[in-house]
Antibody, heavy 121, light 107 residues
Framework: EVQLLESGGGLVQPGGSLRLSCAAS????????MSWVRQAPGKGLEWVSD????????YHADSVKGRFTISRDNSKNTLYLQMDSLRAEDTAVYYC??????????????WGQGTLVTVSS | EIGLTQSPDFQSVTPKEKVTITCRAS??????LHWYQQKPDQSPKLLIK???QSFSGVPSRFSGSGSGTDFTLTINSLEAEDAATYYC?????????FGPGTKVDIK
């Protein structure tokens, strides 16, 4: 059974930083591309970042480019999202998500339970 | 950026009724269109992948069709547990995008 367990969310001041983690189990982590998707309170889903299975290819939404960095440690079966220069509009539930063997064309097949990030003074 | 529009925004439906949700892409995305169900306070769940393929474990009353720019999610004989928001999602090209969602309420 695929399990994705996010952690690291919380309250942070504007301009601050947070690092989200996602512990994965139940599948061969290094074989799968992974994503971060966020959902602001009462709003829809927004794609944030993708990373290939080996970690060599990464992509970010324009809204977070230059501020957020997706990475992974395949030896620890863990996905990360380093979030810097946080803004109020980054307030959202952040979901860790498992894709397929590639990034393009494939669906997100499994989602974590999400971790809430609140950016406020 | 490929924009996705969904219609309707909201639908109130009686049990056993048929529900049809459409998703339109601003440019052709082939079959790289996927549908998700999100119930209140839960994570999204994959229903349909590649426009028309049912994901493992999804009830047969859920089906999808379409290609290119026009796609449809159909729920045959709606059940009370299907009350949720439904999102389409394209993974054809960056930035990946989601539709705004269609909320389905049970009368």
């Amino acid at each position: 059974e695929v399990q994705l367990l996010e952690s690291g969310g919380g309250l942070v001041q504007p301009g601050g930083s947070l690092r989200l983690s996602c512990a994965a189990s139940g599948f061969t982590f290094s074989s799968y591309a992974m994503s971060w998707v966020r959902q602001a309170p009462g709003k829809g889903l927004e794609w944030v970042s993708d990373i290939s299975g080996g970690g060599s290819s990464t992509y970010h939404a324009d809204s977070v480019k230059g501020r957020f960095t997706i990475s992974r440690d395949n030896s620890k079966n863990t996905l990360y999202l380093q979030m810097d220069s946080l803004r109020a509009e980054d307030t959202a539930v952040y979901y860790c998500a498992k894709k397929g063997f590639t990034i393009f064309g494939v669906p997100i097949e499994d989602w974590g339970q999400g971790t809430l990030v609140t950016v406020s003074s | 950026e490929i924009g996705l529009t969904q219609s309707p925004d909201f639908q109130s439906v009686t049990p056993k009724e048929k529900v049809t949700i459409t998703c339109r892409a601003s440019q052709s995305i082939g079959s790289s269109l996927h549908w998700y169900q999100q119930k209140p306070d839960q994570s999204p769940k994959l229903l349909i992948k590649y426009a028309s393929q049912s994901f493992s474990g999804v009830p047969s009353r859920f089906s999808g069709s379409g290609s290119g720019t026009d796609f449809t999610l159909t729920i045959n004989s709606l059940e009370a547990e299907d009350a949720a928001t439904y999102y389409c999602h394209q993974s054809s090209s960056l930035p990946f995008t989601f539709g705004p969602g269609t909320k389905v309420d049970i009368k």
